[in-house]
């Protein structure tokens, strides 16, 4: 189930709310309906993540029993066993391809085919924060097993994030207060992620996957271009899309989940891109593996090891695949080289250097994370240098272009700027004074204008799923 479906909006969404709010156990409510919205879409491997609870629970009580080495061996077990469960679901088949290729002698049967279940690679995360915020004694272990279920099964960023640590929001899971403004925000940034998601990426996705499906060696320079355009796009409304719906949904029920875009896409060098980008990925490796490796502190050539080591892990986080891999390593290259002196040469060059750099790097970057093999991703990348081998009967540009493609993009490329935001909230927050109360009725009615853009906004995407356009999610797969 996915929060841009109309079953998700018409029929679980207003039963959870009603019951949320109608019965007196809070806790218990919102654990079973996570657990019926995570087994809508997994059903028998349910027991993955129920099997996580548990026994991250118990390790929570066993870490905080202990001190010293014991009190090490704990959290060790309890992240062997965490990351041990990621590496059988997501990676045995990947490891086992490496190992056939070094010992082909050896292992001669197919690789095992093992079932990914959904949102594995978020629920771990989540589990280990617990755990090491636990060990770090940055919170009290929890006696209750229903908070920890809570904390790991909360439908609104189960599957697809963001990424909340545990010290964020325990206060909340203890004691959380809701009100008639705060589910009110919640509803508007539902709507402006729906938006997102359904108007924009789901709009620029059928071309975006129409030509990565095509032999890329034969494809023209304009048309790579249009289908790394629309992937770009894509990935950034789709992600941020859910992401902003899941922040919208925790307001409702009383949790401030933290940002997790921030306009990337107008960062002027890499590092600026990752502080906006996916911003509770990069801080959860941040926080709990690049200072752990000892961050900047061991001098030049040890932050840049840490570096390649934290970006190489991040792509494979992303997928058992080399194409993640290099896409992760390309983004660690990059950083690396701006702290090594490419950082000095932007800062002397102007705005519109850097911000055309970052969109390459970026882009480039994309090609690899959204290719099916590395073979496809350099063939691609040679047709947008031009290097394609297009004939006559290559697909055309207006293949692609419906009306529908090309307003995606217009509106795509303007909302990845804070431009329209920004002037949202001065419209909507703007007073005039006036006597007689001129000043209110001015903010009034400008702020009736907005809830009517948002009600025509969430009636344009009802009325875009009701007909059964494409509707892909990215990060499903992760």
């Given at each position: 189930?996915?929060?841009?479906?109309?079953?998700?909006?018409?029929?679980?969404?207003?039963?959870?709310?009603?019951?949320?709010?109608?019965?007196?156990?809070?806790?218990?409510?919102?654990?079973?309906?996570?657990?019926?919205?995570?087994?809508?879409?997994?059903?028998?491997?349910?027991?993955?993540?129920?099997?996580?609870?548990?026994?991250?629970?118990f390790?929570?009580?066993?870490?905080?029993?202990?001190?010293?080495?014991?009190?090490?061996?704990?959290?060790?077990?309890?992240?062997?066993?965490?990351?041990?469960?990621?590496?059988?679901?997501?990676?045995?088949?990947?490891?086992?391809g490496?190992?056939?290729?070094?010992?082909?002698?050896?292992?001669?049967?197919?690789?095992?085919?093992?079932h990914?279940?959904?949102?594995?690679?978020?629920?771990?995360?989540?589990?280990?924060?617990?755990?090491?915020?636990?060990?770090?004694?940055?919170?009290?272990?929890?006696?209750?097993?229903?908070?920890?279920?809570?904390?790991?099964?909360?439908?609104?960023?189960?599957?697809?994030?963001?990424?909340?640590?545990?010290?964020?929001?325990?206060?909340?899971?203890?004691?959380?207060?809701?009100?008639?403004?705060?589910?009110?925000e919640?509803?508007?940034?539902?709507?402006?992620?729906?938006?997102?998601?359904?108007?924009?990426?789901?709009?620029?996705?059928?071309?975006?996957?129409?030509?990565?499906?095509?032999?890329?060696?034969?494809?023209?320079?304009?048309?790579a271009?249009?289908g790394?355009?629309?992937?770009?796009?894509?990935?950034?409304?789709?992600?941020c899309?859910?992401?902003?719906?899941?922040?919208?949904?925790?307001?409702?029920?009383?949790?401030?989940?933290?940002?997790?875009?921030?306009?990337?896409?107008?960062?002027?060098?890499?590092?600026?891109?990752?502080?906006?980008?996916?911003?509770?990925?990069?801080?959860?490796?941040?926080?709990?593996?690049?200072?752990?490796l000892?961050?900047?502190?061991?001098?030049?050539?040890?932050?840049?090891?840490?570096?390649?080591?934290?970006?190489?892990?991040?792509?494979?986080?992303?997928?058992?695949?080399?194409?993640?891999?290099?896409?992760?390593?390309?983004?660690?290259?990059?950083?690396?080289?701006?702290?090594?002196?490419?950082?000095?040469?932007?800062?002397?060059s102007?705005?519109?250097?850097?911000?055309?750099?970052?969109?390459?790097?970026?882009?480039?970057?994309?090609?690899?994370?959204?290719?099916?093999?590395?073979?496809?991703?350099?063939?691609?990348?040679?047709?947008?240098?031009?290097?394609?081998?297009?004939?006559?009967?290559?697909?055309?540009?207006?293949?692609?272009?419906?009306?529908?493609?090309?307003?995606?993009?217009?509106?795509?490329?303007?909302?990845?700027?804070?431009?329209?935001?920004?002037?949202?909230?001065?419209?909507?927050?703007?007073?005039?004074?006036?006597?007689?109360?001129?000043?209110?009725?001015?903010?009034?009615?400008?702020?009736?204008?907005?809830?009517?853009?948002?009600?025509?906004?969430f009636?344009?995407?009802?009325?875009?799923?009701?007909?059964?356009?494409?509707?892909?999610?990215?990060?499903?797969?992760?």
């Amino acid at each position: 189930m996915v929060f841009s479906s109309i079953i998700f909006l018409f029929y679980f969404l207003p039963l959870f709310l009603f019951c949320y709010y109608a019965l007196p156990l809070k806790h218990a409510t919102l654990l079973l309906f996570s657990l019926f919205f995570y087994a809508y879409g997994e059903v028998i491997y349910t027991y993955v993540m129920v099997l996580s609870i548990i026994i991250n629970y118990f390790f929570g009580l066993w870490i905080d029993g202990r001190e010293g080495r014991a009190r090490k061996v704990a959290i060790g077990t309890g992240v062997a066993v965490n990351l041990g469960l990621l590496a059988y679901f997501k990676y045995l088949g990947f490891l086992y391809g490496i190992a056939a290729s070094l010992a082909p002698n050896l292992l001669t049967e197919p690789a095992p085919q093992v079932h990914l279940p959904l949102g594995i690679s978020f629920f771990t995360f989540h589990a280990l924060s617990y755990l090491i915020d636990v060990y770090r004694r940055q919170v009290p272990v929890e006696r209750s097993l229903i908070y920890v279920a809570v904390y790991i099964t909360m439908f609104p960023q189960l599957v697809a994030g963001p990424i909340i640590r545990f010290h964020d929001i325990r206060d909340e899971i203890h004691n959380r207060r809701v009100s008639t403004s705060l589910f009110a925000e919640g509803i508007q940034i539902f709507v402006l992620g729906l938006a997102q998601k359904v108007l924009i990426a789901n709009s620029v996705a059928l071309a975006a996957d129409q030509i990565f499906a095509l032999d890329p060696s034969g494809l023209s320079l304009p048309v790579a271009w249009l289908g790394i355009v629309c992937y770009t796009l894509q990935i950034f409304f789709d992600f941020c899309g859910y992401s902003t719906m899941a922040i919208g949904l925790g307001l409702m029920i009383g949790f401030h989940f933290p940002l997790n875009f921030d306009y990337p896409y107008i960062a002027r060098s890499i590092t600026e891109f990752w502080r906006r980008w996916h911003i509770s990925l990069s801080m959860w490796f941040r926080d709990y593996l690049y200072i752990p490796l000892g961050g900047n502190r061991a001098g030049a050539l040890a932050t840049y090891r840490n570096l390649l080591i934290v970006f190489f892990l991040c792509g494979l986080w992303h997928g058992a695949n080399w194409t993640f891999v290099v896409w992760g390593l390309w983004h660690g290259a990059f950083l690396v080289f701006e702290r090594a002196g490419i950082a000095r040469l932007l800062d002397r060059s102007v705005p519109a250097v850097r911000h055309a750099y970052v969109m390459l790097v970026v882009m480039i970057g994309w090609v690899f994370f959204r290719a099916d093999t590395l073979d496809h991703a350099i063939d691609f990348l040679k047709a947008m240098a031009g290097a394609g081998r297009a004939g006559e009967l290559a697909p055309s540009v207006m293949q692609f272009l419906t009306p529908e493609t090309v307003a995606a993009l217009v509106i795509g490329v303007i909302a990845s700027t804070p431009v329209l935001g920004r002037l949202v909230r001065a419209a909507v927050g703007a007073v005039v004074p006036e006597a007689g109360g001129g000043g209110r009725l001015l903010a009034g009615s400008v702020q009736a204008l907005y809830l009517a853009g948002l009600l025509s906004m969430f009636a344009l995407a009802v009325m875009s799923l009701a007909a059964g356009t494409y509707n892909p999610f990215i990060y499903f797969r992760f």
